[in-house]
């Protein structure tokens, strides 16, 4: 089995993808801590705590 090396510039999509998932998850977080329903906002106000780095 033999792996392919990546196309030039695709190292910096994979390199860029963790911080990109961090954002579109704390994105979703906020927009949930918003919405109407009390239980998306609970998941919001959950997801949150998760992403966010804790206060010293």
């Not at 919405?35 to 992403?51: M, V």
């Amino acid at each position: 089995m033999t792996r392919e090396a990546p196309v030039s510039g695709q190292w910096s999509v994979l390199c860029a993808t963790p911080t990109r998932r961090h954002t579109e998850l704390f994105t979703t977080a906020i927009c949930q801590l918003g919405d109407d329903s009390a239980a998306l906002r609970l998941a919001g106000e959950h997801q949150y705590e998760l992403l966010t780095p804790p206060m010293a």
